[in-house]
C-alpha cells in the first residue's frame, strides 16, 4: 500500500506570496499525482493532475512539478481566495486505486 | 456541464441501515467509474471504493471492504453507496467523484456535493 505523506501540515502566509507545498510517496507513483482544493463547506476541486497539467479553469498561477516519489505545488502569487486545504492523492491506471495525503492547510498569516 | 448530485444529510441510530446516492447527468454515466470519498469531521479524504456502472465493477479500498457496498443503477444514472448497519464512527460528510478516462488523468475530475452521514443514539 502507497502511503502519502505532505508537508508541512499548517502554513502561514501573506497575500501575495509564493506558496511551495510538498508531498512525497513511500514507492514511486510515475507522474500519477494529483492535488485538490478544498475550501470549507465544499467538496475538493481538482488542481493538477498528471502531476503537472492544470485541470480545466485552473489558473496559471498553479504548478505542480515532480515524478516518482517527490512532488511540489506552486501558488506563484497567492490570492485571498487561494486559502484552504490542499491534498494530494497518487492514482493507479490500473486497477483503480487512490490515495490521498493528510492535508495541508494554507492560512492567513 | 457535467453534474453529480447526492442525495440530503441523514440523521441516523446506530444499527441502523442506510444507502445514499449520487445521481450523474450531462455525460455518458456508464463509461466512467464513480467513486467514494469520507471525510471524518475536522480529517482528511479517504478513498472507499469505486464502481464502473457500465458493468457494475466494484473495487474498494482495503479499509472499506466488509464495511460498505458500493452499487450502481445505469437504467437512472446513479450510483449508491450503503451500510446495514451504521456505528457512530460512520459519522462523516461522503463524496461521490467521477473517474476521467484520460490515460494518466485517471482521477476524479468532478465531484458531488457531499452527503452528511451523522449516526447518534
Known amino acids: 500500500e502507497i502511503v502519502m505523506t505532505q508537508s508541512p501540515a499548517t502554513l502561514s502566509v501573506s497575500p501575495g506570496e509564493r506558496v511551495t507545498l510538498s508531498c512525497r510517496a513511500s514507492q514511486s507513483v510515475s507522474s500519477n499525482l494529483a492535488w485538490y482544493q478544498q475550501k470549507p463547506g465544499q467538496a475538493p476541486r481538482l488542481l493538477i493532475y498528471?502531476?503537472?497539467t492544470r485541470a480545466t479553469g485552473i489558473p496559471a498561477r498553479f504548478s505542480g512539478s515532480g515524478s516518482g516519489t517527490e512532488f511540489t505545488l506552486t501558488i506563484s502569487s497567492l490570492q485571498s481566495e487561494d486559502f484552504a486545504v490542499y491534498y494530494c492523492q497518487q492514482y493507479n491506471n490500473w486497477p483503480p486505486v487512490f490515495t490521498f495525503g493528510p492535508g495541508t492547510k494554507v492560512d492567513i498569516k | 456541464e457535467v453534474q453529480l448530485v447526492q442525495s440530503g444529510a441523514e440523521v441516523k441510530k446506530p444499527g441502523e441501515s442506510l444507502k445514499i446516492s449520487c445521481k450523474g447527468s450531462?455525460?455518458?454515466?456508464?463509461?466512467?467509474?464513480i467513486g467514494w470519498v469520507r471525510q471524518m469531521p475536522g480529517k482528511g479524504l479517504e478513498w472507499m471504493g469505486i464502481i464502473y456502472p457500465g458493468d457494475s465493477d466494484t473495487r474498494y479500498s482495503p479499509s472499506f471492504q466488509g464495511q460498505v457496498t458500493i452499487s450502481a443503477d445505469k437504467s437512472i444514472s446513479t450510483a449508491y453507496l450503503q451500510w446495514s448497519s451504521l456505528k457512530a464512527s460512520d459519522t462523516a460528510m461522503y463524496y461521490c467523484?467521477?473517474?476521467?478516462?484520460?490515460?494518466?488523468?485517471?482521477?476524479?475530475?468532478?465531484w458531488g456535493q457531499g452527503t452528511l452521514v451523522t449516526v447518534s443514539s
Open positions: 450531462e455525460y455518458s454515466f456508464t463509461s466512467y467509474w
Open positions: 467523484a467521477r473517474r476521467e478516462r484520460i490515460v494518466g488523468a485517471t482521477t476524479f475530475d468532478y
Open positions: 498528471g502531476a503537472s
